[in-house]
């Protein structure tokens, strides 16, 4: 019962005490009347009140998103892209290039339209298993993309939905259905762990020349790829059936109509402030430089060679770490200064780079294991798990009423495309650190008995040691354009001195710039017949 419900059967219960001393018969029976009263209002969101009935099926939502892209994520590159549209490299087959984009692209939207994506899944249920044989992994993810276009749909109803109901908590609690939207998703992304397990740890999803390494993991059971869809379908099913059942809108004094006219005006009203222009500077730094990927990253996954099974329960674990570490925040940190938490998680983040060193001069004979590279990869996920939804808060405290979805999509475009911009320099550097053609030249073959492997050792760590160098300065240099709390989110946004058109308009150039220059990018490293030229991480045509 919230403290409007509270309030409102209170006044009621205690007028029962007002009436005249010689009416008792009455009075009881208007006590009866206010009892009853006081249990309808205790049951029936009051106007204005967080209605639980709305958030579950926000849940829901966000059980979807968990379950399909959860997959995507686990699996679009071991062993999707490396194994099943594999060998990695090899001439016809997936490059670095595009294993490197593949996340990415696949998910710079994030959430779900539920009915067109279970459409397109049947669809690739049926393309999956032909463009798998075909080696066409450029096909396979543009059809993914597809299915990612529907769903910025329910991106703006559902979010814009969750930062309105985040509107109306409490202050001290103020964060909370956010916070627990994201444990939500990623609690059932834990789930496809299980479809990976028991459906792809076969022979197929498995490099042939490889097995003998690691055999003893391998099932002799599997699902074929196409199978593998058509169960993701079954499994969002139920998760939907109860959010058509139970999501509602949101009280009707805060959900307004707008005209495109008035959602432009009060955007461009945001985007003349202070705060705007440096959330935008702080997504882009923090996922594109701060949280940079190691260039030589899916080769050293490659080398490492984890098994479908191994890659699951290393995933699973990692899942279950930064399902430990959103609950953390939102218990620890949620009031806490948000700058300090991004600057120690980003450090902490950053020495994950020492662990795929380990995998490259295989430390102590099991850095090349795949047991070892599965959990190895995933231990530091509790420390991602705290930093995950920090300039989601902010968002919840600039936003003007009524277009919480326009900033909340606003910005995460501009997150979205710090992503791929992340995927995009991370090519570029491919040919500068000369990564290219090491995974098909790095283990002996008959042609090739003795290869330099000492040499792909020595270029995989100077990426990495460059990639621990831009991560900690990243962080160092973006930290401060995060508000450290609620406060100073509410100062930067009221600053008069930002209030100017020169400031909404660089922040337009500047968000959509970046965006439109990491789509080109990505769709060039995407396809075989651009991924050669350098910008987009190749030798060169």
Not at 26 to 36: K, M
Not at 161 to 174: A, C, D, G, N, V
Not at 288 to 302: E, G, R, V, W
């Amino acid at each position: 019962m919230s403290l409007g419900r509270l309030d409102r059967a209170g006044s009621l219960l205690l007028s029962t005490e007002e009436g005249s001393q010689g009416a008792r018969s009455s009075q009881r029976q208007s006590l009866v009347q206010s009892i009853v009263e006081a249990a309808r209002l205790s049951l029936d969101p009051a106007p204005g009140a967080v209605d639980k009935t709305a958030v579950w099926g926000l849940y829901c939502m966000y059980a979807i998103v968990g379950l399909i892209y959860g997959f995507v994520s686990n699996y679009i590159n071991i062993p999707i892209c490396q194994y099943v549209f594999g060998p990695l490299g090899t001439v016809g087959r997936a490059s670095v290039q595009q294993c490197n984009i593949s996340v990415s692209l696949t998910q710079m939207p994030w959430n779900f339209k539920s009915c067109l994506i279970r459409v397109i899944l049947a669809c690739m249920s049926v393309l999956a298993q032909n463009l798998a044989d075909e080696g066409n992994f450029a096909v396979y993810m543009m059809l993914l993309v597809v299915m990612c276009f529907f769903y910025i749909f329910a991106d703006v109803a559902g979010d814009g939905m969750t930062i309105e109901l985040s509107k109306l908590e409490p202050p001290e609690t103020r964060g909370y259905i956010l916070t627990t939207g994201q444990m939500v998703r990623f609690a059932t992304t834990t789930l496809t762990n299980v479809l990976g397990i028991l459906a792809m740890n076969g022979k197929y999803y498995y490099p042939p020349q490889r097995e003998g390494d690691t055999n003893d993991t391998i099932f002799s059971f599997e699902l074929s790829f196409w199978q593998v869809h058509l169960v993701l379908v079954c499994m969002a099913l139920p998760f939907w059936g109860f959010m058509v059942y139970l999501l509602q809108d949101p009280p009707q004094q805060v959900v307004l109509m707008h005209s495109p006219q008035d959602v432009i005006k009060e955007m461009w009203k945001v985007m003349k402030t202070k705060v705007m222009f440096y959330l935008i500077l702080f997504a882009l730094g923090n996922m594109a430089i701060a949280s940079l990927l190691n260039p030589a990253q899916n080769i050293i996954a490659f080398i490492a060679a984890p098994s479908t099974l191994q890659n699951s329960v290393g995933t699973f674990a990692g899942n279950a770490m930064f399902l430990i570490g959103v609950f953390l925040f939102r218990r620890y940190f949620m009031t806490r200064n948000w700058r300090m938490t991004f600057v120690w998680t980003a450090m902490i983040l950053a020495l994950n780079n020492c662990f795929q060193l380990m995998v490259i001069y295989n430390a102590w004979g099991i850095g090349q294991d795949g047991w070892f590279y599965a959990f190895g990869s995933n231990i530091l996920m509790v420390i991602q798990g705290i930093a995950q939804v920090l300039s989601s808060l902010a968002v919840v405290e600039i936003s003007p009423a009524g277009y919480e979805a326009s900033v909340y999509e606003f910005l995460t475009s501009i997150h979205n495309a710090g992503i791929t911009l992340n995927s995009n320099l991370q090519n570029l550097f491919v040919p500068i650190f000369h990564l290219n053609g090491i995974a098909q030249a790095y283990f002996p073959t008959p042609s090739d008995p003795s290869p330099p492997q000492s040499e792909f050792n020595a270029d995989m760590a100077r990426a990495t040691y460059f990639t621990m160098i831009v991560n900690l300065a990243g962080a160092l240099t973006f930290c401060w354009f995060l508000p450290k709390q609620k406060e100073q989110c509410r100062k930067w946004a009221e600053d008069p001195v930002w209030r100017r058109p020169v400031v909404g308009t660089v922040n337009v150039v500047l968000g959509g710039g970046v965006l439109l220059f990491s789509i080109v990018v990505s769709l060039l490293s995407a396809f075989p017949s651009t991924n050669c030229l350098k910008i987009a991480g190749g030798s060169g045509c």
